[in-house]
């Protein structure tokens, strides 16, 4: 566990904001400085508590919307940044790190992840036989929206293919076979937790529930030498 006080979460706390300003602000500071200036509070006189909203979300997820030319564009913003955040220094902790599978194998994380939370799985394909492929098969908890993203990727951590796992609206299971794999030194399998299937995420009204995942690896194709 990472100290409060230290450096290093300072700096991991800050990456989304960095990324996310880098990525769609029209300058140094834009997007940050107009989250704050679009997001004032406003409390009519006499009421017993101040008004929660707008949050810093509710103004990306309108100021987003149809950036990445699709009407969740906070959804795609917060994948996006769950991919890029794949490569940056030092590497995200890993859920799991395997070997290619010689028979079936399912994986769930040590602890579920909580809206905005990330799971990141590698499957090593070196030692793979030539024209194998990779069968997964993603099963999740009820009113969890997660979007999984598999990455192909060299020895030295770049890209070579992103491949989308889709599923159906308020699905819980989802699934691919990912083919063209020689070259490829490992698979990497993201899986964002977005939030909710019944109401937009807000992180002022304590809707941080985690949820787990269940994924199931089988190589298909060429089983040996």
């Not at 880098?22 to 140094?28: D, I, K, L, N, Y």
């Not at 009519?44 to 979300?57: D, K, L």
């Not at 795609?76 to 079936?104: G, K, Q, Y």
């Not at 194998?132 to 997660?146: I, N, P, V």
Request: no cysteine; hydrophobic share 40%; proline share 8%.
């Amino acid at each position: 566990m990472v100290d409060p006080s230290s450096a290093q979460l300072d700096r991991g706390a800050a990456a989304f904001v960095e990324w996310i300003d880098a990525s769609f602000g029209s300058e140094p500071g834009a997007l940050l400085l107009g989250t704050w200036a679009l997001a004032p509070t406003r409390t009519p006189p006499g009421r017993w508590r101040w008004p929660a909203a707008p949050t810093t979300f509710d103004v990306l997820r309108v100021s987003l919307s149809r950036s990445l030319g699709r009407p969740t564009g906070l959804d795609d913003a917060l994948v996006r940044f769950a991919v890029a955040r794949s490569s940056m220094e030092p590497r995200p902790a890993l859920a799991w790190h395997l070997p290619w599978p010689t028979r079936a194998r399912r994986v769930t994380p040590a602890e579920a992840i909580a809206p905005t939370g990330v799971s990141y799985v590698l499957v090593d394909h070196k030692d793979a036989p030539a024209g194998s492929k990779l069968r997964l098969e993603a099963h999740w908890e009820d009113y969890a929206r997660l979007r999984w993203v598999v990455l192909k990727r060299d020895a030295s951590g770049r890209t070579l293919a992103e491949l989308p796992i889709t599923s159906t609206d308020r699905g819980t299971a989802a699934s691919l076979t990912v083919e063209g794999l020689d070259g490829v030194d490992h698979i990497l399998v993201i899986v964002q937790n977005l939030g909710s299937t019944e109401h937009a995420f807000n992180p002022d009204q304590g809707e941080w529930e985690p949820h787990g995942w269940l994924l199931t690896l089988e190589a298909e194709g060429a089983l040996g030498p």
